[in-house]
């Protein structure tokens, strides 16, 4: 029984506060000591942050970094198999690029005789946004591929999180790695409004898209420049169109494009009053960008880009209202987080590369497949998300070990749905088997990542 009264709830029949009844904090000024102590130091032109003891926020089984494709399937796959899973990000909704970079397309999913060929957990998320009005267009019609809504997404992965007994931290950035005294990962370092605090666990998933965390921590990787986009929606739209080499590797129709060459790199400018393909918003669609090549690390060059960026999208929409179908169209919404391709690649067990893909090699570590896209549907081994010096952690999504050319396909969202779903699985089997990542049983991983739904071949 609750009553409200002007000033808020309260417990029916009395003045109490419905907030302290369910022992929440009490609203209003509280006591509090400053626990902020050793902050950075300026001396002699140097600044230099003193050591400090850290707080402990958690710990847990699998650590997941990063709540993006690759992040929230690592987490679901580990937590359906007991672990205890703690999923941090640091923007306040998960999804990554496919939510809040507003990616909306889901390819490649089909090979070349259109069989859907990943399938597992980014299926069954897939599933649940078919149940939602507006949430998803063009299922299952190979070869064109499903567009999603971007707020339909967060609302099924928030659900997908709620109900699964994952631990969640949103707004919370990974900063550094906790090493042990013989070099492995013991966890994560983040900092949120709460702090700078720690996180211990047996493994973890970096799933940041960068490689934060390995790098943190010391695996050997490649650094690489893409191309930076900014991604946009604009509504009021009876017209669509696709721009050639400004849209991913696309040739002008919503199918996957076989063979396309990527090309890397469009000026800023290179929108012309385009306005983008249908999403299941009505009237609304989603316009994606090339972008020039940039340095994602470098934060100088990237906040410039992004203001650059929403200059342009303005521009953009100025020159897309002269067009019949799209005179009164409006910014429905510019992407909250920049279009990073690529920036860090793990040096792995294994780097995956191109003519492996091209020559359709198979691998005893097969975890799953990727669509039919550049190249035929190619085989993604385990070993390519093991870090080939680093113990405890396991890579997935877009920063796993593969060479550049690959890696295009390999950073696509169905794609980190496979990599992310087995490093959960690995992860997990990790600890109930009391070995490192790279000792994990394959057939035990493949038998699991099988009944998980996931397709092996
Ligand atoms: C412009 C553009 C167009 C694209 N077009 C397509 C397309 O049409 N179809 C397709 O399938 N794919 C497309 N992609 C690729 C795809 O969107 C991404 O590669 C994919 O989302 C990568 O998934 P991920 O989980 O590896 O990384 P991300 O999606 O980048 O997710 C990483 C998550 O980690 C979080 N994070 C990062 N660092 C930290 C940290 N230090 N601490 C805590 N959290 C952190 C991020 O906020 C994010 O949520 C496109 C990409 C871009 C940029």
Same mark, same amino acid.
């Given at each position: 029984?609750?009553?409200?009264? !002007?000033?808020? &709830?309260?417990l029916?029949? @009395?003045?109490?506060?419905?907030?302290l009844? /369910? $022992?929440?904090? +009490?609203? %209003?000024?509280?006591?509090?000591?400053?626990?902020?102590?050793?902050?950075?130091?300026?001396?002699?032109?140097?600044?230099?942050?003193?050591?400090?003891?850290?707080?402990?926020?958690?710990?847990?089984?699998?650590?997941?970094?990063?709540?993006?494709?690759?992040?929230?399937?690592?987490?679901?796959? !580990?937590?359906? &198999?007991?672990?205890?899973? @703690?999923?941090?990000?640091?923007?306040?909704? /998960? $999804?990554?690029? +496919?939510? %809040?970079?507003?990616?909306?397309?889901?390819?490649?999913?089909?090979?070349?005789?259109?069989?859907?060929?990943?399938?597992?957990?980014?299926?069954?998320?897939?599933?649940?946004?078919?149940?939602?009005?507006?949430?998803?267009?063009?299922?299952?019609?190979?070869?064109v591929?499903?567009?999603?809504? !971007?707020?339909?997404?967060?609302?099924?992965?928030?659900?997908?999180?709620?109900?699964?007994?994952?631990?969640?931290?949103?707004?919370?950035?990974?900063?550094?790695?906790?090493?042990?005294?013989?070099?492995?990962?013991?966890?994560?370092?983040?900092?949120?409004?709460?702090?700078?605090?720690?996180i211990?666990?047996?493994?973890?998933?970096?799933?940041?898209?960068?490689?934060?965390?390995?790098?943190?921590?010391?695996?050997?990787?490649?650094?690489?420049?893409?191309?930076?986009?900014?991604?946009?929606?604009?509504?009021?739209?009876?017209?669509?169109?696709?721009?050639g080499?400004?849209?991913?590797?696309?040739?002008?129709?919503?199918?996957?494009?076989?063979?396309?060459?990527?090309?890397r790199?469009?000026?800023?400018?290179?929108?012309?009053?385009?306005?983008?393909?249908?999403?299941?918003a009505?009237?609304?669609?989603?316009?994606?960008?090339?972008g020039?090549i940039?340095?994602?690390?470098d934060?100088?060059?990237?906040?410039?880009?992004?203001?650059?960026?929403?200059?342009?999208?303005?521009?953009?929409?100025?020159?897309?209202?002269?067009?019949?179908?799209?005179?009164?169209?409006?910014?429905?919404?510019?992407?909250?987080?920049?279009?990073?391709?690529?920036?860090?690649?793990?040096?792995?067990?294994?780097?995956?590369?191109?003519?492996?893909?091209?020559a359709?090699?198979?691998?005893?570590?097969?975890?799953?497949?990727?669509?039919?896209?550049?190249?035929?549907?190619?085989?993604?081994?385990?070993?390519?998300?093991?870090p080939?010096?680093?113990?405890?952690?396991?890579?997935?999504?877009?920063?796993?070990?593969?060479?550049?050319?690959?890696?295009?396909?390999?950073?696509?969202?169905?794609?980190?749905?496979?990599?992310?779903?087995?490093?959960?699985?690995?992860?997990?089997?990790?600890?109930?088997?009391?070995?490192?990542?790279?000792?994990?049983?394959?057939?035990?991983?493949?038998?699991?990542?099988?009944?998980?739904?996931?397709?092996?071949?």
């Amino acid at each position: 029984m609750r009553s409200i009264t !002007a000033g808020g &709830l309260f417990l029916a029949g @009395t003045m109490t506060p419905l907030s302290l009844a /369910l $022992g929440a904090p +009490a609203r %209003g000024p509280q006591k509090q000591v400053n626990t902020v102590r050793n902050p950075a130091t300026l001396n002699n032109g140097k600044v230099t942050q003193p050591a400090r003891e850290l707080s402990i926020l958690r710990s847990t089984g699998v650590l997941v970094v990063g709540g993006g494709p690759a992040g929230t399937a690592a987490a679901l796959a !580990a937590r359906r &198999l007991g672990a205890d899973v @703690t999923l941090v990000e640091r923007y306040g909704y /998960l $999804g990554g690029l +496919a939510t %809040g970079g507003l990616v909306l397309a889901i390819f490649p999913l089909y090979d070349k005789s259109n069989r859907q060929v990943i399938l597992g957990v980014g299926e069954e998320m897939m599933r649940r946004l078919d149940k939602i009005k507006f949430g998803i267009i063009e299922r299952g019609k190979a070869p064109v591929y499903p567009t999603v809504d !971007a707020e339909a997404f967060k609302y099924v992965l928030a659900e997908m999180i709620l109900e699964s007994g994952i631990h969640p931290y949103l707004n919370c950035w990974g900063v550094d790695a906790i090493i042990d005294a013989r070099g492995a990962v013991r966890g994560a370092v983040f900092e949120s409004k709460s702090g700078r605090q720690a996180i211990l666990a047996d493994i973890v998933v970096d799933a940041s898209g960068d490689g934060d965390i390995y790098a943190a921590a010391g695996a050997p990787f490649e650094k690489v420049i893409d191309s930076v986009g900014l991604v946009s929606r604009i509504g009021n739209v009876d017209i669509e169109d696709l721009a050639g080499e400004n849209f991913e590797h696309q040739t002008g129709t919503r199918t996957q494009s076989k063979g396309a060459k990527p090309t890397r790199g469009m000026p800023v400018s290179a929108l012309q009053g385009n306005v983008g393909s249908p999403t299941p918003a009505p009237h609304t669609n989603w316009l994606n960008m090339k972008g020039p090549i940039a340095d994602a690390l470098d934060v100088a060059e990237i906040s410039m880009l992004e203001l650059k960026h929403r200059q342009a999208l303005w521009k953009n929409l100025e020159r897309a209202r002269k067009r019949p179908g799209a005179e009164n169209a409006f910014m429905a919404e510019t992407a909250p987080q920049m279009g990073v391709r690529l920036s860090r690649l793990l040096a792995g067990v294994k780097k995956l590369t191109m003519n492996e893909a091209k020559a359709g090699t198979k691998f005893k570590d097969v975890i799953g497949y990727s669509g039919d896209y550049m190249t035929p549907a190619f085989q993604i081994p385990y070993s390519c998300l093991v870090p080939a010096k680093l113990e405890n952690l396991l890579a997935a999504g877009r920063c796993v070990s593969a060479d550049f050319e690959l890696a295009d396909t390999l950073r696509l969202i169905p794609i980190c749905w496979v990599t992310g779903q087995a490093a959960g699985v690995a992860a997990a089997i990790s600890i109930q088997d009391k070995c490192k990542p790279r000792q994990v049983n394959v057939a035990k991983l493949q038998k699991i990542l099988r009944q998980q739904g996931a397709y092996l071949g």
